[in-house]
């Protein structure tokens, strides 16, 4: 059974820093493409940023330079390092995994976390 689990969420003034986390069990997790997206209250769901097996990263525009995601394999774990946090990055923050390659729609990914609230106040 695959699980996804996120943590590191809460609330922060504008230009601060989160550090989220995504713990993975069930699958082989080095092979998949994992990624963060995240969904404000009233809009649709948007990829954020998406890490390959291979280690090649994709961001979004609006995140690119302030955000960093990584992988830890061998902990089956993924994270994303936000800095310089802006109020409009206030959303739920979900992981998800696929078995093939990176996409930035939602809407492939196979497995998903429950989410982890980041609100960014100014």
């Known amino acids: 059974q695959v699980q996804l689990v996120e943590s590191g969420g809460g609330s922060v003034q504008a230009g601060g820093s989160l550090r989220l986390s995504c713990a993975a069990t069930?699958?082989?997790?080095?092979?998949?493409?994992v990624g963060w997206f995240r969904q404000a209250p009233g809009k649709q769901r948007e990829g954020v940023a998406t890490i390959a097996s291979t280690g090649t990263t994709t961001y979004a525009p609006s995140v690119r330079g302030r955000f960093t995601i990584s992988r830890d394999n061998a902990k089956n774990t993924l994270y994303l390092q936000m800095n310089s946090l802006k109020p409009e990055d206030t959303a739920m923050y979900y992981c998800?995994?696929?078995?093939?390659?990176?996409?930035?729609?939602?809407?492939?990914?196979?497995?998903w976390g429950r989410g982890t609230s980041v609100t960014v106040s100014s």
């Open positions: 998800a995994a696929r078995e093939r390659l990176c996409s930035f729609y939602p809407g492939v990914f196979s497995y």
């Open positions: 069930g699958y082989t997790y080095s092979s998949y493409c």
